[in-house]
Structure formats: C-alpha cells, structure tokens
C-alpha cells in the first residue's frame, strides 16, 4: 500500500500509520490505526508549534521516509527488524521516533524506546535534533544518557544513550525490562559495546518474546547480520549519489604534504564548498592545522578565508554542522575546512561538504596481550569506510572525493569490513562485566567475531591479580564492587583501596583526570615555552599523578573565587589547560563520589599534601597498577617493563621530563608503542612499596630480570614479614569483601 493511499484529506500533520490490529477505535478506514486532527501532540498533549510543520517538511525529504509504512508494519509482526541505509538516510533520528509512536499505540506496556549510538556527542545532538522534531522537552519526552550526564526522568519515553551506558545498565535490569524497543545504531562501528549487545540481546528477545529489536546499519554489514541473526526482515533505504570519484596512482600518499598542496588546490580553484580531511592520526590533525592557519594567512583574500575546525573523535568536542545564520550573513566567504581521522565520520552533520580528501589509511591502537601493551600501527582502512567517507558529500548537489589511493590499492589492500574492536582491544573490562552478568545467567554470549582466545585468557588473569575472582574463577565480592565503578579494573582496584588507605578524596581526583580528556591544550608553534612556563607551577614532585591533583584543585579554587564562567575559560587559557576537560573531570569525580556513598565505602577527610598522605596515594595506585611498573635500568631514562623486554622513554610532558630528573623506579598510567615508546602519566615508587602490595604468585610469574633479582633481595629483607602476611593483614581490616584476603594466592 502506497503512503498516499492512507493520507487524510485537509491533514496537514505527520500522520500515524498502523495496522487494523492495533485500532482501538471503530473506525471504517482498513490499515489504520488512527488518522485524525493531530493538532494537539500526543507525546505531550499540548498544541503542536508553527517550528513542527516546518521540520516535518525537512523530515519528509529524507530517503528514509518513503520507508515508513513498511517499517511499521515490519515492526508490528516481527521481534527484529534489520535497517539499511546511509549515514544521511536518516535512519538515527527518523526509526526511534517512529518506534516511540508505536509504544505510545499500545500506551507503553511493554516500555519505552533506547536508542544506541558509538559517541556520545552524536547521542546528545540526536536527542537535541528529535525532541526539536518531536515537538516536546528536551530532558522530559526526550532525553539522553552518556558516561557521567544523564538527561533523562522517570518518563522519559525516547532516550538516545552510549552503546556502553545501556551495557551498563543491563548489571541493575539484565532484561532491560524499562524498554519496549531497543535500536542499536551505527553497527557498523564494531564497537565492543555494541558486539556485546547484540551478543547478549539473543537471549533476552528468548526470555522477553514481547521485545522488539531495530538494528540500523550500513549496508556493507548487512549479510553479516542477516547471517547472525537469521531470516529477519529488512528494511533498505537506497539514495543515489552524483559523487565524482578521483583516484591517485599508486599507494597512499599520506604525506600531510600531498594532502596540503591538494587543499590549497581546491581553494584556489574558487569552487564552493567545504572540504573535508581525512588524516591517518591525530598528531597530523595537529600539524595540518598548524600549516593551513599558517599558509591561508598569505592566500589571496578573494577566494575566501579558510576556517579550520580540528576534529578529535576521541574527545569531548562539538559536532560539525552547517552555519549558523549569524555566520551565514558574514560579507566574506568562509570556507571552513574540517581535519579529522577514523570514526569522524559520523560527528559531521552538515549538507555544505563539496570536497572530500581521503588519504586511505589509518593510525589504529592494538593492543597485545602478551605484553599488555597498545601499538599503533599504520594500516590501510576499510572498504567500508571508504563507502562512509563518499556518504558524507550527501545526496543534495554533485560532490567530488579525492582518493590519495589507486583503485587497485583500494580493492586489493582494503579488506571490505571495519575490524571488530574486541579482536584488537584489551578485554580486561568487557570480561569483567560479561562476569557480572553471568549472575543473571547472560554470561555465555555468542559473539559475532568472537575475541582471540589469548585475549580473554590475559583478561581473566588480569582480573585474578586483581582479586575480582575467587577460586573457582566467579566474580568476588571485590569484584563485584569493582564493577560498579564506569572505569578500568586497574583503576577501580585503586580507588577500593585507597578506601583502606584513607585517601578516597585525592584517588578520585586522579580517576577523574587520568579518565577525562587530557587537562593539557594542543599547543599552537611557538608557544611551548610560554606552556611549560606555566605548566611548572603545577608540578609536584612526587609524580604526575600529584601534579594532576594540583591542577584540578587549582582550576576549582579559580571556579569557587570566580564571578562568571568567562573567568575560568581566561584562566584556564592563560594557563594553557583544557577548560573542557577540566569540566569533563570535575563531573566524573561527582559522580564517583556518588558511588562511593551509595554503596556505602569509607570516606576520609582529605589531607593532600602530607607526607603520610602521600604515601598512602602511592599504595593505593600500586595496589591497581603493580602490572604496570618500570625501572629505569641505566640512569638514563630507558624504562624497562617488569613484565616484558620492552623498554620506554618518559613521555615530553610528563613533570620528570620538565624537570629533567629520572626516578629508579616509576609507575605509569599507559603505555603504547609507536615511533617513540612513551609511558605517560608516571609517579615514583619503591621495590618495598611493590613487594608489600603486589600479589606473591604475580611477582612468581615474572620473567627473570635484573628488576626482578633486585626485588627477591628487597622480600629477602622484608622477611620475616612476607608480602603474603602484609596482604591478610591489610584484608582482615578490609570492609569490603568477606574473603580472607585481597588478592589471589
């Protein structure tokens, strides 16, 4: 049935499509559920306003749109229904409101409608976009849950959340049981959330036949899930694209200097158009913005000014999207010129891209579970998101995407899917929440690629060092309290102990600030002198653990002694530091504080700043991290892993470099290797220290070294105390778990 078969006469308003099944009324008309004046909105019983209409309008030109009827009726004979469109469909704003009409048909029995995205800036500017469309409050009908912020009430019927906020979430209500439609979107990503999800929901569509589940993807992912989920309908939504493709000769030509030159190419060519760059990492978003702010200054001003926007994916940072009209009457022509990397795709929200640049390969972070450590390595990306990349030009007018690729390099080097997070990521968490849900009987999952088996096996004895399993390998109560904490097991074990060691208040701190973005700003060319200057006043000797302490207690002095906002934002430029982060830091530590008072764990005064205080930060730390212990074994700062024969260098901005001075032994928060093998964010520690906190069996398990000799004389001298007797003494006064000890033996 055609849609305009089941339009009202004079209707001017979004119609509600249903079939007879679901008609409460004793209307005539066949295949509708209601078609009546909707002048006043459901959702929220109020009149609808004159801004609804106009973006109803914008709504019914998007490709997805002429889908609707037959999603509906998918959506009411069936639990799954697989969605196939580009990123620009409208897929992730269009399918959940759809999905809240048919909860609202059948008022809500079985729940509400949770929608999954990847980052949580798209989760937020969806919820923003929908309530917008929806005609309703933001933060009531419509709401949104990322890490640390959650936007939502008790009736808050269309909620937009991180993939890892609804896992979560399934450790308090494993069935999900508040949701009538559950839409993972963007499955395409890979992310491990998302994997696990759609792992774990197999068995919850069985206990809870009543459920439904919209899975939105790319098309390139579809054959995967059909074969993963069986025979389920499929809705595809096709848009043709008037792209014109440019393919390079050869392999990649990566080289910023290669991208830069065809920038300023396109620029100087006076076609109108945003441009959009593709970057392999980070560091080059960095050094390409350092060039182009450079060279636009000397263009001729009457193509235009060149507007850069960095974009970190990884960051906290606003999505791009079209002017403003404030920036539209602007006289000059601004071209704006977005730099960006893998998985920037879906942070671009804007119908004024002309110019793609895709530079075909990506800085990706894998880690190694032997040595439990992240590389990062150069790899070609894939042919998938090379499709992404060639979306983002939008169906609206004719766009050009320049490949600094061949085709052949494209079909021969790229492999067609994005790689699964979970086979190149450390598992130590999603392991221990897949442990937490095994309690509700959820825990053996069937993985879509399942993980590599020496993966897991470093995960589950990471979590055995750790004390969260018992001896039958189940989670311990210790683990248990471990999972309630949003952060790494590393760091949670940190802060139950710092509990023991009554250094709540300064451990949360430093969970806050090591979990934000970095505090520390990028650094335009040229100011690094004036940034170390400043950043010298915050350093602390013991470490940088304390130093970040410092900062965060300086930026909430500045907070507390400031008349406005704008006061804070000048101090934290003034001081080179991410006002951002800073916000980002000071939310995450309130809602760590939160745990802690909720499940009731010893709270100390804060004495930061005392020589005992001092040590105290320091065991509970290595209480966390004794598996990420260096020493610098020639007095020159090469860092050798306990662990491993890896050696690493202080990173540039850690306060030791700054200082220039190079501790014995350091405790690092991570460690990757790159072109330059840096451990960042070290404190000094002690062999005694590692030998009275350290489990007896993980010192047993080390490799022979020099570092380990050193440390069987330190336990010789310890004796007859043995590290053994220091820990169940250290856990008979432990509150939290019943076991006669903290760690494994």
């Not at 909105?41 to 609707?68: C, H, M, Q, T, V």
């Not at 014109?244 to 290669?258: D, I, N, R, T």
């Not at 920037?344 to 891209?353: R, V, Y």
């Not at 907070?559 to 980002?584: G, I, P, Q, Y």
Request: some cysteine; charged content about 25%; overall charge negative.
């Amino acid at each position: 049935m055609e849609e305009e078969e089941l339009d009202c006469p004079n209707s001017s308003s979004e119609k509600r499509y249903f079939p007879e099944s679901l008609d409460s009324s004793d209307g005539d008309q066949e295949g509708i559920l209601a078609c009546e004046d909707l002048e006043l909105n459901p959702f929220d019983g109020l009149p609808y306003s004159s801004r609804y209409y106009k973006l109803l309008k914008e709504r019914e030109a998007l490709p997805i749109w002429k889908e609707k009827y037959s999603f509906m009726e998918n959506l009411l004979q069936n639990q799954i229904v697989i969605v196939s469109g580009d990123a620009d469909c409208g897929r992730s704003s269009q399918v959940p409101q759809w999905c809240a009409e048919y909860c609202l048909s059948i008022h809500y029995q079985h729940g509400g409608v949770v929608c999954t995205q990847v980052h949580r800036q798209t989760a937020v500017q969806l919820a923003l976009r929908v309530a917008d469309e929806m005609d309703v409050n933001i933060g009531h009908e419509v709401g949104y849950v990322i890490p640390f912020e959650n936007c939502c009430t008790s009736e808050t019927i269309l909620r937009y959340c991180t993939d890892d906020m609804l896992q979560r979430e399934m450790m308090s209500n494993p069935f999900l049981g508040s949701y009538g439609v559950i839409i993972l979107d963007d499955t395409h990503e890979r992310s491990i959330a998302t994997d696990v999800l759609l792992g774990l929901l197999k068995d919850v569509l069985l206990a809870r036949p009543e459920l439904k589940l919209i899975i939105n993807s790319s098309p390139l992912l579809i054959s995967k899930l059909s074969s993963y989920y069986g025979n389920v309908p499929l809705i595809e939504v096709k848009t043709k694209r008037p792209v014109e493709v440019v393919y390079l000769s050869g392999a990649p030509k990566g080289s910023l200097e290669s991208v830069l030159r065809l920038l300023f190419e396109i620029h100087q060519s006076g076609e109108k158009g945003d441009v959009v760059v593709f970057l392999a990492c980070e560091q080059d978003i960095e050094n390409a913005y350092e060039i182009v702010c450079q060279e636009g200054s000397n263009l001729n001003p009457d193509l235009g000014e060149l507007v850069v926007v960095p974009l970190y994916p990884k960051e906290k940072c606003a999505l791009f999207k079209p002017n403003d009209e404030t920036e539209q009457r602007c006289q000059v022509y601004q071209r704006r010129v977005v730099l960006t990397t893998s998985s920037g795709e879906s942070l671009i929200w804007s119908n004024t891209i002309k110019f793609v640049i895709d530079v075909g390969v990506e800085r990706r972070k894998v880690y190694n579970p032997r040595i439990r450590a992240t590389s990062l390595i150069l790899q070609p990306i894939s042919q998938s998101q090379a499709e992404i990349r060639k979306q983002i030009l939008g169906s609206s007018s004719s766009g050009k995407l320049f490949c600094l690729y061949s085709e052949e390099f494209a079909s021969k080097d790229m492999r067609p899917l994005k790689v699964a997070e979970m086979q190149e990521a450390n598992l130590t968490s999603m392991v221990l929440f897949m442990k937490r849900v095994d309690i509700a009987g959820l825990g053996h999952c069937d993985f879509m690629n399942r993980p590599a088996p020496e993966s897991l096996m470093q995960a589950l004895e990471d979590l055995d060092y750790l004390a969260a399993l018992d001896n039958d390998g189940n989670l311990s109560e210790f683990g248990i309290i471990m999972s309630e904490f949003p952060l790494d097991p590393q760091l949670s074990k940190s802060i139950l102990a710092s509990c023991e060691f009554d250094c709540v208040d300064e451990m949360l701190t430093i969970a806050a600030m090591v979990t934000a973005p970095s505090c520390f700003s990028h650094l335009p060319r040229g100011t690094e002198e004036a940034a170390l200057t400043c950043w010298k006043t915050f350093l602390h000797p013991e470490g940088d653990h304390f130093t970040l302490i410092n900062i965060y207690k300086a930026y909430q002095d500045t907070t507390l002694s400031s008349t406005s906002e704008h006061c804070v934002e000048k101090w934290c430029h003034d001081h080179f530091l991410n006002c951002s982060a800073l916000r980002m830091a000071d939310v995450i530590r309130a809602e760590l504080l939160e745990i802690i008072k909720r499940i009731e764990l010893p709270y100390a005064e804060p004495a930061f700043g005392s020589q005992e205080n001092t040590l105290n930060i320091k065991k509970a730390l290595l209480s966390g991290y004794f598996m990420q212990t260096a020493r610098d074994v020639d007095g020159s700062g090469n860092y050798l892993m306990l662990t491993h024969k890896q050696v690493a260098q202080l990173h540039p901005l850690s306060g030791y470099s700054i200082t220039k001075t190079t501790p014995e032994w350091v405790l690092f928060h991570e460690f990757s290797i790159s072109d330059n093998n840096y451990i960042t964010i070290t404190s000094e520690t002690s062999p005694e220290l590692f030998m009275q906190l350290a489990p007896q069996y993980y010192f047993s398990n080390l490799p022979p070294s020099e570092s380990k000799e050193i440390l069987q004389q330190v336990m010789d001298r310890l004796s007859p105390i043995s590290p053994m007797e220091t820990e169940q003494q250290v856990c008979e006064k432990c509150p939290e778990t019943t076991e006669p000890r903290c760690t494994l033996q």
